[in-house]
């Protein structure tokens, strides 16, 4: 580092010099060159490397301040107009680019050299801020040229960076990834330890734009560790974070960090981020259905983009209050006139997707309004789109294709076009390793499984249905990863939040406050998700399976799978070799329905067998029963069942409506699934028994366990570890835990289940390489799921049946310990007497409810099989 009592000109240039490295310390120098009488050119080149290192620090009314300051007491033209040129790109971080561009061009004739190639790469920023990205992109490249001519090696980093950037956000390939690694090389040669992260992250943006998550997610965390260290804040950078949540997408995630950008960048004063960040809420408004709250944002943003003369970013904003006025019902011709004129603003301007979006949208309204030839046009313009780019944007494009073959009649053109599409998206989950991540990647074959689905409904074809069903639904259990997840970072990750957890439950019991532990929890768990979702993607794909191919598997039992089509739904009928489609009325009124009966089993348990609980109960499950099988009752006779659930309805504790007491039913996310879980034969490994703390009951339960099952390994007490117990899962062929349980509806793949050291969370599951034949689980709510699109479920469940796990018995209610036992020691008779899973446990449950008051049978109605039983 330089001297810092070197005098006048040599101390101003030390603290510009120290501005990326140390801004803390530039100041500081700066201040002593002001206070020591310095000539005008050394005040004007302090003051200018204090406004520089405010800005690193995010402090953009200090930085102007000081910059403005340095322009007016500069003694000669050219540090007046380096005072200038840095005035100007700070002017574009705080929004204000007319200005900033002003401010550059006016420094750009008084510089020579060097000089001349910083201030042309500070235009391109200016240019770059106002989306004239061809512009920016050219003085970019002047600047590299000339830094070279110079042998300026700080200048070409900056301008690689920057251009890198660019090309990044603008989707070009060329060059993007030589650009930002050859700028973060030679920033680590310079020592300049902040400029190499930047560049580094930027790396995880292009990483992000070319769909592969998992590395952007790697680079981020990575580079997270490095801001960290240097103690550097960098709010906008949340912005990058939300748009690869967005990519996945991680709708709900998304939104979390777009309020606190917004936040964030408002208490700082960053206008030109603050707007992007109000474009960033409003996006994720719109895929989260919070139309007001989307379209208030755009158009706050949209008012900002305008006043800062970001034109092509007041089209992205205005994108978006067009499609929440489309969502909201509108249809009129003035808001197809105002997509379409968007959707051209915003190809000409770069923005590809948001244009393709937009399109697509306008072609259903032009439909709907009646003009068809206009929607073609609209949708053959958007189809292009099938043939490069990111894998949701090719899906898009085959979307727009098949839209148009309905249009013109082709119902089987269009069907051709969505497999084509839902193949491209399939291909793109192999890419994603983490459950999470595949989970969530559903939302994107929503409309194009919802299209075909549509086609197959109104052809009243029922193997059809079935197979569009399929293609769409639990795809991430379909996508198997082709190795369970070893990262040492996230073992340990997992271990500290076990402890972190333990100590917080402990802090809540004896009413201490803990909001040190809550951060640090909240921390944690958000770098174990970081972690999880950079696993590398890969493995087969399940195929769906046709009738014929479920039909043999199936011999006399039946399949139901249950499917939503618009607002109704339908239910697939599969017995004896055919297929039959049936409607069962209005989805609300069954998700109704469901969570009424959820209600009503819930007060059983919770209040005791009073007769108002017990009616209420059996009300419930009476009108529930009859919505669901009313139209399939004569065809199911008295079959076991597989029942393929949609939505809200994975959690109903089936064996307590009518039709299902007493007949062996199974539960499966798809018929995929099932199908597979049903082949699979499972370990033959000694069956492993766990009993977790403060639950005595537990402990008795395992005890009597162990003698219905004498060569099980026992884990109780302080042996029962996560560790040791996800040891012992490995090739077991049965596994019993009684322990307490906790489902996180935000994220289920930090559900718990207590052991001796901490929780047990769903993620160390995946770490098993041979996953047990047969699990039970007597925890409360074990058996739930977290639902999302595409039917894709997270938690437990969902960790074992994609590790191949044939079937688990769980819980979808809470339980009470003590009555649970009974239950579960009738149940593994049953099964070691060699009933399969299913029938087991339905006669363990109608037994268990035949002697029992109504608490005792809503507590057996709990109990689910899941997977193929």
Known sequence: MADRTAPGAEAAQAALDAVQRYPHEAIAIAHRVLAAGADDDERSTAERATGLALRELNDLPGALHHLRRAVRVAGTPRVRALARMSLGYVLANAGRTAAALRAVSAALPQLTGA???????????????????????????????????????????????????????????????????????????????????????NGGIAAGRRGDIAEALRRFAAVDEEYRRLAVPRPALLLDRFELLLSV??????????????????????????????????????????LDTAAGAAAAARVRFRRQGRRTWAAFARHVELRAEYRRGTRSGALLTAMTRTANQLDATGWPGPALTTRIEAGLLAAALGRPDRARNLLAVAARARRRGTADRRAQ??????????????????????????????????????????????????????????????????????AWAERWRANALRTRPALPPDDPELVAALAELRLVSGLLEDEVLAGRPAHALRGRQARLEQRIRDLARRAPGGGAVLIPPGVAALAARLGERALVELVAHGDRLRAVLVRDGRASLH?????????????????????????????????????????????????????????????????????????????????????APSATVWLAADRREPPAGPPVLAAGPRLPAAHAEVRRLAQVLPEARLFTGAEATADALTAALDGAGLVHIAAHGTFRADNPQFSTLELADGPLFAYEWERVARPPGRVVLSACDSGLTGVRPGDEIMGFTAVLLALGTRCLIATVLPVPAEPTTALVLDLHRRMRAGARPARALADAQQAFGATGDGPARATAAAFVCFGAG
Not at 401 to 412: E, I, T
Not at 422 to 450: F, I
Not at 586 to 605: E, G, I, K, M, S
């Open 249 to 290: 997408p991680l709708v709900g995630e998304a939104v979390e960090v777009a309020a606190a950008a917004v936040r964030e960048l408002r208490r700082r004063g960053m206008a030109s981020d603050l707007a992007e960040a109000l474009l960033a809420q409003a996006r994720a408004a719109l895929l989260a259905d919070d």
């Open 115 to 201: 000089d001349a190639g910083r201030a042309r790469m500070q235009r391109g920023v200016v240019l770059h801020y106002r989306g004239r990205y061809d512009e920016a992109v050219r003085d970019y490249g002047l600047a590299i040229d000339i830094a070279h001519r110079e042998g300026d090696l700080l200048l070409e980093a900056r301008a690689r960076n920057n251009r890198g950037l660019l090309n990044a956000h603008r989707g070009a390939a060329g060059g993007t990834d030589d650009d930002l690694a050859r700028a973060a090389a030679a920033f680590d040669q310079l020592g300049l330890d902040l400029a190499a992260a930047d560049a580094r992250w």
């Open 583 to 667: 409607d069962l009325g209005a989805l609300a009124d069954v998700v109704d329905l469901t969570r009424r009966h959820r209600f009503a089993l819930r007060r059983l348990v919770t209040t005791g067998d009073t007769t108002a609980a017990r009616m209420g109960a059996a009300h419930a499950a009476a009108a529930l029963d009859r919505q669901l099988f009313d139209p399939l009752r004569r065809r199911l006779a008295d079959r076991d069942l597989v029942i393929v659930p949609v939505g809200a309805l994975h959690a109903v504790p089936w064996s307590a409506l009518p039709t299902c007491a007493g007949r062996a039913l199974t539960v």
């Open 397 to 466: 494009g085959w979307y727009a294709l098949a839209l148009s073959h309905r249009l013109s009649g082709d119902d089987s053109g269009a069907a051709r076009a969505l497999s084509r599409g839902l193949a491209v998206l399939d291909r793109h989950r192999t890419s994603l390793g983490a459950t999470e991540l595949r989970a969530n990647s559903g939302a994107y074959g929503q409309e194009l499984a919802a299209e075909g689905l549509d086609i197959a409904v109104r052809a009243g074809a029922p193997a059809q249905v079935l």
